[in-house]
Protein backbone atom coordinates (compact mmCIF):
# COMPACT_ATOMS: atom_id res chain seq x y z
CA UNK A 1 0.00 0.00 0.00
CA UNK A 2 1.35 3.61 -0.11
CA UNK A 3 0.21 6.08 1.94
CA UNK A 4 -0.31 10.25 0.81
CA UNK A 5 -1.03 13.44 2.82
CA UNK A 6 -4.48 14.64 3.09
CA UNK A 7 -4.54 17.82 4.92
CA UNK A 8 -4.40 17.88 9.01
CA UNK A 9 -3.98 14.40 10.82
CA UNK A 10 -5.32 12.46 7.77
CA UNK A 11 -3.96 10.49 5.14
CA UNK A 12 -5.23 8.30 2.23
CA UNK A 13 -4.28 4.51 1.92
CA UNK A 14 -4.35 3.21 -1.75
CA UNK A 15 -3.76 -0.64 -2.42
CA UNK A 16 -5.07 -1.82 -5.64
CA UNK A 17 -8.90 -0.60 -5.74
CA UNK A 18 -8.82 0.35 -2.69
CA UNK A 19 -8.69 3.65 -1.16
CA UNK A 20 -9.35 5.09 2.71
CA UNK A 21 -9.02 7.96 4.34
CA UNK A 22 -7.08 7.30 7.74
CA UNK A 23 -7.45 9.85 10.71
CA UNK A 24 -4.35 10.00 12.75
CA UNK A 25 -4.30 10.79 16.20
CA UNK A 26 -1.60 10.59 18.77
CA UNK A 27 -2.61 8.57 22.37
CA UNK A 28 -0.20 7.29 24.95
CA UNK A 29 2.98 7.70 23.23
CA UNK A 30 2.08 6.45 19.76
CA UNK A 31 0.39 7.22 16.38
CA UNK A 32 -3.39 5.67 16.26
CA UNK A 33 -5.10 5.37 12.54
CA UNK A 34 -8.65 5.05 12.44
CA UNK A 35 -10.42 4.67 8.91
CA UNK A 36 -13.11 7.59 8.17
CA UNK A 37 -13.79 6.53 4.66
CA UNK A 38 -13.52 3.99 2.36
CA UNK A 39 -13.55 3.33 -1.32
CA UNK A 40 -13.65 0.94 -4.01
CA UNK A 41 -12.68 1.74 -7.75
CA UNK A 42 -14.07 5.46 -6.52
CA UNK A 43 -17.06 4.08 -4.79
CA UNK A 44 -17.62 5.48 -1.88
CA UNK A 45 -18.67 2.56 0.40
CA UNK A 46 -21.46 2.96 3.29
CA UNK A 47 -20.75 3.00 6.56
CA UNK A 48 -21.91 -0.57 7.52
CA UNK A 49 -19.74 -1.75 4.98
CA UNK A 50 -16.27 0.38 5.77
CA UNK A 51 -13.68 -1.74 7.44
CA UNK A 52 -12.98 -0.78 11.17
CA UNK A 53 -9.35 -0.39 12.30
CA UNK A 54 -7.08 -1.16 15.53
CA UNK A 55 -4.15 0.46 14.17
CA UNK A 56 -0.89 1.98 15.99
CA UNK A 57 2.57 2.67 15.94
CA UNK A 58 4.92 3.89 18.33
CA UNK A 59 8.69 3.67 19.80
CA UNK A 60 9.93 1.54 22.55
CA UNK A 61 13.54 0.69 23.22
CA UNK A 62 14.60 2.16 19.60
CA UNK A 63 12.54 0.35 17.76
CA UNK A 64 9.47 1.15 15.67
CA UNK A 65 6.41 -1.12 16.96
CA UNK A 66 3.49 -1.79 14.83
CA UNK A 67 -0.26 -3.37 15.94
CA UNK A 68 -2.89 -3.44 13.14
CA UNK A 69 -6.22 -5.34 13.05
CA UNK A 70 -8.63 -4.45 10.53
CA UNK A 71 -12.10 -6.41 11.00
CA UNK A 72 -15.18 -6.11 8.54
CA UNK A 73 -18.47 -5.18 9.93
CA UNK A 74 -20.78 -8.63 9.99
CA UNK A 75 -17.20 -10.83 8.74
CA UNK A 76 -15.15 -9.93 11.73
CA UNK A 77 -11.80 -10.35 12.08
CA UNK A 78 -9.80 -9.92 8.53
CA UNK A 79 -6.01 -9.23 9.23
CA UNK A 80 -3.68 -8.48 12.38
CA UNK A 81 -0.09 -8.08 11.81
CA UNK A 82 2.35 -6.60 14.56
CA UNK A 83 6.00 -6.66 15.31
CA UNK A 84 8.80 -4.17 15.47
CA UNK A 85 11.57 -2.68 12.59
CA UNK A 86 14.98 -1.50 14.07
CA UNK A 87 17.16 1.17 11.83
CA UNK A 88 19.43 0.08 9.04
CA UNK A 89 22.24 1.55 10.82
CA UNK A 90 24.34 1.53 7.31
CA UNK A 91 21.44 4.15 5.91
CA UNK A 92 21.47 5.96 8.96
CA UNK A 93 25.35 6.43 9.71
CA UNK A 94 27.14 6.08 6.44
CA UNK A 95 30.72 4.32 6.32
CA UNK A 96 33.60 6.75 6.79
CA UNK A 97 35.26 7.10 3.47
CA UNK A 98 38.76 5.71 3.13
CA UNK A 99 41.47 7.83 3.55
CA UNK A 100 43.86 7.32 0.23
Known amino acids: STLHPDGDMTVFEQFGPFR ?9 GGLEMAI ?8 RLPRW ?20 GVSLPVFGLLVRY ?3 LVPDREAVEPRPKPVL
Open 82 to 84: RGW
Open 36 to 43: EDGRVFGL
Open 49 to 68: MRPLSDAREFVRDGKFHFDV
Open 20 to 28: FRLKLSCQD
